[in-house]
């Protein structure tokens, strides 16, 4: 089977647009991966496209051109984006298809998510009573995490701190000012441990990625940035997930950690040969326990590892080069596949003020999201 | 007052919480699941914390069906031994007096609705606490 490339990427910008609807968030961000890789919309073969709540992903060949492609529509939660690219991905491995499309976008309301309970095949009370939230899982898991391994609160302030200076860099950005550290600590608790710097918000933006087999990618002139895995994992028993009632006593492993070890199987490598990371950081402590459940440290080893800088652009592993969700928000349709863009990016070499040092050749992404599901994506050059 | 849900609470007093046992594997969770893999199961009345965060924002409506007033109250996770881990709010303890680890028991709390006479829901307070003083979350 060739390897499937990347050769196009586009991006609107993260944040608030007023006036602009996801779906013409989506538009713009494909026909900026178009120019991208120097082809027109006719010459896509197919499209897989992604959207939480900002509507019908396929409806945008409206916008684009009725070509009559083949293009199917993915929701799956938070692995939205990462469902879309590894069906993509399939697309033009299993040799039907020499070019096509991954796009997603999302456009969600202020504030945090309210998910309804029989989404989730939960009783009516759970929601009524006040626990359909995701900070509050985010945060007990992060206590127990801290409580466990000796994480302090400084370490989750230095990851926020790290995500809004790298998105200084990051013209798709939302929150772009660096905020000083003790400003992050000191502010007013969402959940505690997390003060309102250490939460993502929901918000919007659109992403496209144009996938190529390598024949094609040649044809195209671009440089080779190649999908190494992508791949989608629901979760094992034992494992504490968004949205849960109950824990079992006996821990277990986490969705996160089988898409991970899944991911380096299929692309051959370790996590000690990758460059650059971009882990799903819907706060500061997944980041924290992110860094561990994708492999690349022990746990509790955070802790050194933030207070030497390790995991800033220009350490041994920079992590979320772009601000991550802290500084982009999270549009879950778009999220996932920013992470990817971002990537193509740093390997591009295109990274301008946030650029990675030293030329990387492999970068990885990972999302985690309701009700227990990840994907993960290692790209080579 | 009656309880948020039916089939929540056992009848005897004080009530248990009536989980769900499954009737292959014997994995124990909350609340009972409806169908016929789990059979009710109640729990212990007794637990350690296991995790916690403070809710400090009111809720979405829905599902939130709370009062418009809104305090802050503490989330928290707690281990039954050899049961489950089941998710409540903490009662009748003050926020910087909750630790990890410490001793808890199963109690009611009223529930102020939106629009809605009051319910009764799960709470877990510290076991040293004199019990039978359900007056709900104290900060």
């Keep these: ?381 | 007052m009656h309880a948020i849900a039916e089939g929540l609470f056992t009848e005897e007093t004080p009530p248990r919480l009536v989980g769900g046992r499954h009737r292959q594997t014997g994995r124990i969770v909350f609340p009972c699941p409806a169908g016929s893999d789990y059979e009710p199961y109640p729990l212990r009345r007794q637990g350690t914390l296991w995790s916690f965060t403070i809710q400090r924002y009111r809720p979405k409506s829905p599902p939130y069906a709370g009062s418009d007033s809104f305090e802050p109250w503490p989330v928290a996770y707690v281990e039954l031994p050899d049961e489950t881990i089941v998710e409540s709010r903490l009662a009748n303890v003050a926020f910087d007096a909750i630790t990890i680890g410490m001793p808890l028991e199963l109690i009611q709390i009223p529930f102020e609705r939106s629009g809605a006479e009051p319910v009764l829901v799960h709470a877990f307070q510290p076991i040293s606490q004199p019990s039978g003083q359900p007056t709900g979350v104290s900060a």
């Design chain 1, 1 to 381: 089977m060739s390897d499937v490339c990347i050769v196009g990427i586009g991006i609107h910008p993260f944040g608030r647009t007023d006036g602009v609807s996801g779906l013409d968030q989506g538009v713009f961000a494909v026909r900026q991966a178009l120019a991208d890789a120097g082809v027109d919309w006719p010459s896509l073969q197919f499209a897989y496209g992604g959207s939480d709540a900002a509507g019908n992903p396929d409806t945008m060949v409206e916008s684009l051109g009725l070509s009559g492609m083949q293009f199917i529509n993915v929701r799956n939660g938070c692995a939205t984006g990462g469902s879309a690219l590894f069906s993509a991905q399939m697309a033009i491995k299993s040799g039907e298809f020499d070019i096509g499309m991954a796009v997603g976008f999302d456009k969600h309301p202020r504030g945090a998510f309210n998910a309804m309970p029989a989404e989730y095949n939960l009783p009516d009370w759970y929601g009524e009573a006040g626990y359909m939230i995701t900070t509050q899982f985010f945060a007990a898991k992060a206590m127990r995490y801290m409580h466990e391994y000796g994480i302090t609160s400084t370490s989750l302030g230095r990851v926020a701190h790290k995500a809004f200076r790298n998105a200084v860099h990051a013209p798709h950005a939302w929150r772009r000012e660096e905020v000083p550290l003790d400003v992050i600590m000191d502010a007013p608790l969402v959940s505690d441990p997390f003060t309102k710097y250490m939460f993502c918000s929901p918000g919007e933006g659109g992403v496209a990625l144009i996938l190529a087999s390598e024949k094609k990618a040649r044809e195209l002139g671009k440089p080779l940035i190649r999908l190494k895995a992508a791949t989608m994992r629901t979760r094992p028993p034992g494992s504490f997930e968004v949205f849960a009632p109950s824990i079992d006593v006996v821990r277990g492993g986490s969705a996160t950690r089988i898409a991970s070890a899944d991911a380096f199987a299929q692309a051959g490598i370790g996590p000690q040969d990758i460059a650059v990371a971009q882990l799903q950081d819907t706060e500061a402590g997944a980041e924290i326990m992110h860094m561990a459940e994708n492999g690349f440290c022990k746990d509790g080893e955070q802790e050194a590892w933030l207070a030497e800088g390790r995991t800033e652009i220009g350490g041994t592993l920079p992590v979320n080069t772009d601000g991550g969700c802290l500084a982009c928000g999270e549009p879950i349709g778009a999220s996932g596949l920013r992470q990817v863009y971002e990537n193509v990016v740093q390997l591009r070499g295109d990274g301008g003020g946030r650029q990675v040092p030293n030329d990387p050749k492999t970068a990885y992404t990972h999302v985690y999201g309701a009700p227990g599901v990840s994907a993960v994506t290692i790209l080579e050059r």
